[in-house]
């Protein structure tokens, strides 16, 4: 199975992914995950991805391309594989297609729908540890302890991106740049809608 998760910041593609990918024992591949390790590791790569996400932009295609294809061509990947943040646009979108169109290209394309006002809610208020990369949120999953990780006891920070004014500014990038696919994907006849409005539990 190859499988797209699309929809906007803080919709839980993340949480929702990882849940697919051990049921169907196939590796999500997170584009945002992979950029903040980069970032983390001070790379060329991470560099200039943190100028374009800390501004809640999107880091350019040809970046964000060959890193997808590089790890979707990797031998672990070769049974399958779940894209989370990827692709973005319609030019993503396509370079996807040419890559993998011999092997029978994308299968599904899940799109997760939350109203604007929970998306702005969730990302404002969400919390990460420095140290196991947990994540909690201020108002629905508080830590124990204020500012320490339940898990590891690590320091909780917000992203750059996920301060009010960046998230905004992200969801109108995702309005722009990302809900064209919608359309492309629903006449290719892969696209299915859930409603992402509820517990981790409910959506699944």
Sequence with gaps: MKIILMGPPGVGKGTQGDRLSKRL?????STGDLFRYHRNQSTELGILASTYMDKGEYVPDHVTIG?????IELTENSKGFILDGFPRTIAQATALDNEIGD????????HMVVEREELIKRLSGRQICQSCQALFHSDSARSKIYGKCDLCGG???QREDDRPEVVEKRLGVYSKETEPLVEYYKILGKLTEINADGTPDAVE
Aim: hydrophobic share 50%; charged share 20%; net charge negative.
């Design 25 to 29: 024992e196939i590796n999500k591949i």
């Design 67 to 71: 890193m997808v294809i590089e790890s």
């Design 103 to 110: 092997t029978g290209g994308i299968d599904l394309v899940i």
């Design 155 to 157: 320091v909780l920070y």
